[in-house]
């Protein structure tokens, strides 16, 4: 069974800083895909970035990049020139690919706060 | 913004009671899931659907069932509420299984 960890349950940084979430995971397949979800006070999830597994480059989406490492089942999340905006839960998550299994697996997510 | 409605939006119901909890969605997409999010465990699946009438259980589902009877609804049923099932519940669709999911704006269920 897949699993996902988060280890991190709260961060804080400075308006501006950058900061790096961290997402482990376990599984046995080969071929999958990662997420990163937002969830602010508001409380919608919101897709943040994903990463194919087959994919050697890091997905990068405007201040947001991941360090994808495949081999150390790795996929940490950095939020480069924070803002106050990206005060947060942040939640990781895998599935796998292909099958019918369309579950997404998550982890127990990072508070992110951002302070002025 | 993805056209995803949840209702309620706020429910406190006693203990034994049925509760039905009603995801509508304008986006005609195929996927539809139904989470559960409770402090410390991130969100669990509790049902999917991947058409009318085709649901499938996801790893929480004791206690709870599923239709799906148009493309645009998706309703969730605790058939005997338990103070267990207190949570927030989202709903959420996609298009294809690994397109992005949109999600609605939660539930919050009180079982007293």
């Known amino acids: 069974a897949q699993t996902v960890t988060q280890s991190q349950p709260e961060m804080s940084v400075q308006e501006a800083e950058t900061v790096t979430l961290s997402c482990t995971y376990d599984?046995?397949?080969?071929?999958?895909?990662l997420f990163w979800y937002k969830q602010p006070p508001s409380r919608q999830m919101i897709l943040v970035i994903r990463q194919e597994a087959y994919k050697q480059q890091n997905a990068t989406e405007n201040r947001f990049s991941v360090n994808f490492q495949k081999a150390a089942k790795s996929f940490s999340l950095k939020i480069s020139d924070s803002q106050l905006g990206d005060t947060a839960m942040y939640f990781c998550a895998f599935m796998k690919q292909g099958g019918s299994n369309y579950q997404l697996i998550w982890g127990a997510g990072t508070k992110l706060i951002i302070k002025p | 913004d993805a056209g995803i409605t949840q209702s309620p939006r706020h429910k406190v119901t006693e203990t034994g009671t049925p509760v039905t909890l009603r995801c509508h969605q304008t986006e005609n997409h195929r996927y539809m899931y139904w989470y559960r999010q409770d402090p410390g465990h991130g969100l669990r699946l509790i049902h999917y659907?991947?058409?009318?009438?085709?649901?499938d259980k996801g790893e929480v589902s004791d206690g709870y069932s599923v239709s799906r009877s148009k493309t645009e609804d998706f309703l969730l049923t605790l058939e005997s509420a338990t103070s267990s099932q207190t949570s927030v519940y989202f709903c959420a669709i996609s298009e294809k299984v690994v397109t992005e999911a949109f999600f609605g704006q939660g539930t919050r269920l009180t079982v007293v």
């Open positions: 659907s991947y058409g009318v009438k085709d649901t």
């Open positions: 599984t046995s397949e080969s071929n999958y895909y």
